[in-house]
């Protein structure tokens, strides 16, 4: 199942972006760069604020610490010594969950990120804030190894059902990937080897990054066709999205 | 030391800490890259693959049912940890399904259904000059307890069979004998832990050193034998020290935390070339104000060293750190995993 | 932190002109709402209301606790109103703003106050069990018209609730999940909805549901909460320019007749889902039979 995603539907945000992907729902805005607080200032690079709302409820400690993880990830790729003296503001409000979400006794945290970090990204890209490079993100759930599966197979993105039914779960990865293929994140709980987590970062890999190979036009274009083909690459996916909306935006321009 | 950074800027320098103060990502790369010496030492004396030994000390606290104080370098840390009891009757049902069985099941949803774990952070007035006393507590502190407590439960240090309290009225349990022999037990109540660790000074690194403490003080706690009283029909304690009860730890998870300090690229377009970074193992509170890039390994290796698994891995903030570093700060937690363990030993 | 960005003096001349020619910016009537969206999600109890390019989403969630030991026989419901920097960069997170309160204060007064909900139907057992309900309203695109969209957001989704069902054996209650049984609609007693009108010429024309724009160059703000009955829950003035009393009666009949519109909308969208889920509901048992 590919993501859902469309871009700059909110009128008072300067990018915003909504999310939805295997039950998940998240509206993300980005205000910036905007004017920014004496106390926070910074003279040389822009200052990030990240504000994660959960669906009901207001903000807990796990709340701050997803903030955390999202500033110190959307830090290393926004050019923030190009917007000195500035804020840019993130706000990412969860919609909606998917129904199993807090039954499958799975740390909750873990299966929101990656779509958290997408969010933030289209909504950056909305808002036109200068990146170094764009980032990729998703889940895998190593299912624990069972007398007839030795050697389980990895879920890739596992929706909460498939989480639910694949009990229990020897452990969780999330990875995030720049363009250029760097690890910009990686959060793992469980019980896992070191052999495991280099397997489950190679397939995250390969799905969040596209082919070296095929940079040219060539793999874009087949990708415009129907949404089908992006879904199995991330970064093709995310490529579509910003070119429809781009697209979009152009059109009084292409059709004269 | 001091004579080194004179010596790399002879004529017009500054003094060491007036360096440090006004350009701090310099002051490091320049000890960082220092010639001459395989191994060159970062700014306060170790190399980069040194980590401070933990000391530790178990009861310091005399009102508490386990407690520790550890010291990092210049990281100390109390952590006391107090067991109150949750009557059944104030248990939600709704919340979670629960057995009385004696199982090694899959117990998490029970411990964290029902909250039995309450672990907290308080960093207190000048243990860092970054918090400022009087406040709610800092994202830091929140992200830190987050961080702890989710160890806590990933990690199922816990038997929720340690703290259940469990009657079996005596009555029932002769008739059931004749009919399948399995006696009805109750659960009764439980017992909460709540697991308090205080900063008395912050010098990088919070996340190990709390952890530390908290294994050593959930290693010495006793709490005391409860048993459900038919007469009074409440959960009383057992005033004899001799019938407390030790906690069951599962594993003995520990981590490791490193910074990844980035060397300075003049322009910002200019892409560094990827070589001039360097892994700092067990931060300071100076290099992790510099460093961005943040990992942490947790690893157990209380079933046999070359069976050392990896329990979680946190990595952010960066691209510096791919599967190739990994590999290499995956063993470094493996020897951190057994020095600390000796410490942690030594204690009990 | 950013200060609102106020309104040039030429936008509101030609606001306040164009207003005395009894013209509007976006060309409605002085007494006509913006185009009303309302849906459902996927979930009971989350509504998502568009009016124009305000978006507010209402979604209602409830937990089992103790009820508070001086209500014993009731449950409890709160209505939680935060602003995130989402809606406009001036909403600064844990410091509310007095539209923020005055937001607050209008929806407790208007939906808590006039027992919409039925409190005691949310009481399990008295003294010790009760259901806890919360409704969020997140205002997700701000446009004016805040007070109008989140009351239609509260009472809509409020509506689509489901609460689990409970079984009381004595003094033990068990919360029968979704999957055992069907879960049950909260007792509405009536359906309160707010319109505000807004006042200018020292309080001698007013519009409903002004937006952004005229709400900054207003005089004076009534806020009318009715249900489709005619009865009153609440009226609010602050400041501002003064009103004619007659011209409050007025505001009454013009809110009555914008109720029982919105009432109907509102019950017409519900009903719409229902179908929307039964049929599909219907469809689940029917192939499950057959599978049989």
């Given at each position: 199942m590919a993501p859902e995603a469309s871009l700059s539907h909110l009128h008072r945000a300067d990018g915003s972006a909504t999310y939805i992907h295997n039950g998940y729902c998240i509206i993300g805005a980005v205000n910036g760069p905007i004017e920014v607080m004496r106390r926070d200032e910074m003279p040389e690079e822009a200052t990030i604020e990240v504000n994660v709302r959960p669906a009901a409820?207001?903000?807990?400690?796990?709340e701050r610490h997803l903030e955390t993880l999202l500033h110190s990830t959307l830090r290393s790729i926004i050019l923030t010594r190009n917007i000195p003296r500035t804020l840019v503001q993130?706000?990412?409000?969860?919609?909606?969950?998917p129904e199993e979400d807090g039954t499958s006794g799975v740390n909750t945290s873990l299966t929101l990120l990656p779509h958290l970090l997408n969010t933030a990204l289209l909504a950056l890209l909305s808002a036109s804030i200068p990146l170094r490079t764009i980032l990729t993100s998703l889940l895998i759930a190593l299912p624990t190894p069972t007398p007839k599966m030795k050697q389980p197979v990895p879920i890739l993105s596992p929706t909460s059902t498939e989480l639910f039914r694949t009990q229990p779960i020897a452990s969780l990865h999330v990875f995030a990937f720049s363009a250029d293929r760097k690890l910009l994140l990686s959060e793992s709980e469980g019980t896992f080897k070191y052999a495991e987590w280099e397997e489950a970062y190679e397939m995250a890999e390969e799905v969040c990054c596209r082919d070296q190979g095929g940079v040219g036009l060539g793999g874009g274009e087949g990708m415009e066709v129907d949404g089908e083909e992006a879904s199995a690459n991330l970064e093709e996916w995310l490529r579509g999205v910003v070119r429809r909306k781009v697209e979009v935006e152009q059109r009084w321009r292409s059709a004269t | 030391m001091a004579t080194k950074t004179a010596n790399a800027a002879p004529a017009l320098s500054f003094p060491r800490p007036i360096f440090a103060a006004l350009s701090p990502h310099p002051f490091l790369q320049a000890h960082l890259s220092s010639q001459g010496q395989a191994k060159p030492p970062r700014a306060n004396g170790r190399t980069a693959a040194d980590f401070r030994t933990p000391s530790i000390k178990t009861g310091a606290l005399t009102h508490c049912h386990g407690s520790a104080v550890v010291r990092v370098g210049g990281t100390s840390v109390v952590c006391g940890v107090r067991g109150e009891i949750l009557r059944g009757e104030d248990v939600q049902t709704a919340d979670v399904e629960v057995s009385a069985g004696n199982g090694e099941g899959d117990d998490t949803a029970e411990i964290s259904g029902l909250r039995l774990l309450v672990p907290n952070v308080e960093l207190s007035t000048g243990?860092?000059?970054?918090?400022?006393?009087?406040?709610?507590?800092?994202?830091?502190?929140?992200?830190?307890?987050?961080?702890?407590?989710?160890?806590?439960?990933?990690?199922?240090?816990?038997?929720?069979?340690?703290?259940?309290?469990?009657?079996?009225?005596?009555?029932?349990?002769?008739e059931m004998e004749e009919e399948d022999s399995v006696p009805e037990v109750e659960i009764k109540g439980y017992w909460v832990l709540y697991i308090d660790t205080v900063f008395i000074s912050l010098d990088g690194n919070a996340l190990d050193a709390a952890w530390i403490a908290i294994l050593a003080a959930l290693a010495s706690t006793r709490l005391p034998k409860a048993y459900f009283d038919e007469e009074l029909e409440i959960v009383v304690c057992s005033d004899t020290p001799s019938e407390a009860q030790k906690l069951e730890l599962r594993g003995l998870p520990i981590p490791s935390t490193f910074a990844v300090f980035e060397g300075q690229f003049e322009q910002e377009g200019e892409e560094?070339?990827?070589?001039e970074s360097w892994v700092l193992n067990d931060p300071d509170a100076f290099e992790e104000s510099v460093c961005?890039?943040?990992?942490?390994?947790?690893?157990?290796?209380?079933?046999?060293?070359?069976?050392?698994?990896?329990k979680r891995i946190e990595k952010s903030g960066g691209g510096v750190v791919g599967k190739d570093i990994m590999k290499v700060l995956v063993k470094r937690s493996a020897e951190r995993?057994?020095?600390?363990?000796?410490?942690?030993?030594?204690?009990? | 932190m950013p200060r609102e960005a106020e309104i040039s003096v030429n936008e509101r001349e030609f606001i306040l002109k164009a207003l005395q020619e009894s013209v509007r910016l976006d060309g409605r009537a002085l007494d006509a709402f913006r185009p009303l969206e309302l849906t459902f999600?996927?979930?009971?109890?989350?509504?998502?209301?568009?009016?124009?390019?305000?978006?507010?989403?209402?979604?209602?969630?409830?937990?089992?606790?103790?009820?508070?030991?001086?209500r014993k026989f009731d449950g409890i419901f709160q209505i939680i109103t935060e602003f995130s920097p989402m809606a406009s960069p001036a909403f600064e997170v844990g410091r509310p703003t007095d539209a923020e309160i005055i937001l607050s204060r209008i929806l407790e007064k208007a939906i808590r106050r006039s027992n919409a909900l039925d409190t005691e139907s949310l009481c399990i057992i008295a003294g010790s069990k009760c259901f806890a309900l919360r409704a969020d309203v997140h205002i997700v695109d701000h446009d004016g018209g805040l007070i109008d969209a989140s009351c239609i957001a509260v009472m809509a989704a409020l509506q689509h609730f489901r609460r689990p069902d409970v079984l009381v054996e004595g003094e033990k209650a068990t919360i029968l999940s979704v999957r055992e049984r069907e879960p049950i609609p909260l007792s509405i007693?009536?359906?309160?909805?707010?319109?505000?009108?807004?006042?200018?010429?020292d309080g001698e024309r007013f519009l409903v549901d002004a937006n952004m724009a005229e709400e900054q160059v207003r005089q004076a703000e009534v806020i009318i909460t009715m249900n489709r009955h005619g009865e009153v829950c609440q009226i609010a003035k602050y400041g501002g320019a003064t009103v004619d009393p007659l011209a409050l009666l007025n505001c009454n009949t013009i809110a009555l007749q914008k109720v029982k519109e919105l009432s109907k909308f509102i019950q017409q969208k519900l009903e719409e889902d229902v179908k929307k889920k039964d049929k599909g509901g219907l469809m689940a048992e029917l192939s499950a039979e057959n599978a049989r």
């Open positions: 409820g207001v903000g807990s400690p796990k993130i706000t990412l409000q969860v919609r909606s969950l | 243990s860092t000059p970054l918090h400022i006393p009087g406040n709610a507590p800092s994202g830091y502190a929140q992200t830190l307890v987050t961080r702890l407590r989710s160890l806590l439960l990933s990690t199922r240090l816990i038997r929720a069979r340690d703290l259940r309290i469990l009657y079996t009225p005596p009555g029932v349990a002769d560094y070339d990827g070589e961005r890039e943040m990992v942490c390994v947790v690893v157990d290796g209380s079933e046999g060293m070359n069976k050392m698994a990896v995993w057994q020095i600390v363990q000796g410490v942690l030993k030594e204690v009990e | 999600g996927d979930e009971y109890g989350v509504a998502d209301v568009k009016l124009g390019r305000t978006r507010v989403i209402a979604r209602i969630s409830c937990e089992v606790t103790a009820p508070l030991p001086e007693l009536h359906q309160p909805l707010c319109v505000t009108f807004s006042y200018f010429e």
